[in-house]
T-cell receptor, first 115, second 113 residues
Framework: EPEVTQTPSHQVTQMGQEVILRCVPI?????FYWYRQILGQKVEFLVS????????KSEIFDDQFSVERPDGSNFTLKIRSTKLEDSAMYFC?????????????FGPGTRLTVL | GEDVEQSLFLSVREGDSSVINCTYT??????LYWYKQEPGAGLQLLTY?????DMKQDQRLTVLLNKKDKHLSLRIADTQTGDSAIYFC?????????????FGSGTRLQVQP
């Protein structure tokens, strides 16, 4: 069964450094998402991406964040200058072409630790 | 804004039924979802229901929706130890163009042998 994959599974970085989290969505999907879950808190939406542009973003997704689909398979989240409070589990998700419901399929997540 | 609430913890014995409850605030919610998260794993989509339905059954899972009270529940029949996980309720409002999922805080289900 096709699945969303994410790399790395765990990323440790120093405050102020740039990180890029990578995702490979399911191949025929057209909508892509990033969510994050700070330890002990709810899963929060960051951004959605469709047709090579951002379609929705939350207040969390400020100028420090960017997303890109550099080729036909990868979808990346970049954090330019990481802060301690960016430490969280980051989940990528994708959903198929418009259908009955927007069923989002999630990857296993990347745990980001900012020191 | 949108808000989704769940109780934090539920403990049941193996073989019993589990009922996990969720309330939401957005009256424009169109789809409501249940996701399962096992330790160290991602979010697995279990089932979803459209807001014009009041019930959906899928094998051991039954979803009930009371749109008037904005209350959603997930019933797991014959609960097994492998069902132990965190269960998240989530919603979208696609009619307003909002695809972003709003999640509840998750209910930790503990199944005792």
């Amino acid at each position: 069964e096709p699945e969303v994959t994410q790399t790395p599974s765990h990323q440790v970085t120093q405050m102020g450094q740039e990180v890029i989290l990578r995702c490979v969505p399911i191949s025929n999907h057209l909508y892509f998402y990033w969510y994050r879950q700070i330890l002990g808190q709810k899963v929060e939406f960051l951004v959605s991406f469709y047709n090579n542009e951002i379609s929705e973003k939350s207040e969390i997704f400020d100028d420090q964040f960017s997303v890109e689909r550099p080729d036909g398979s990868n979808f990346t989240l970049k954090i330019r200058s990481t802060k301690l409070e960016d430490s969280a589990m980051y989940f990528c998700a994708s959903s198929p072409p418009a259908g009955v419901a927007d069923t989002q399929y999630f990857g296993p997540g990347t745990r980001l630790t900012v020191l | 804004g949108e808000d989704v609430e769940q109780s934090l913890f539920l403990s049941v014995r193996e073989g019993d039924s589990s009922v996990i409850n969720c309330t939401y605030t957005d009256s424009s919610s169109t789809y409501l979802y249940w996701y399962k998260q096992e330790p160290g794993a991602g979010l697995q989509l279990l089932t979803y229901i459209f807001s014009n339905m009041d019930m959906k059954q899928d094998q051991r899972l039954t979803v009930l929706l009371n749109k008037k009270d904005k209350h959603l529940s997930l019933r797991i029949a014959d609960t097994q130890t492998g069902d132990s996980a965190i269960y998240f309720c989530a919603e979208t409002a696609m009619d307003t163009g909002r695809r972003a999922l709003t999640f509840g805080s998750g209910t930790r289900l503990q199944v005792q042998p």
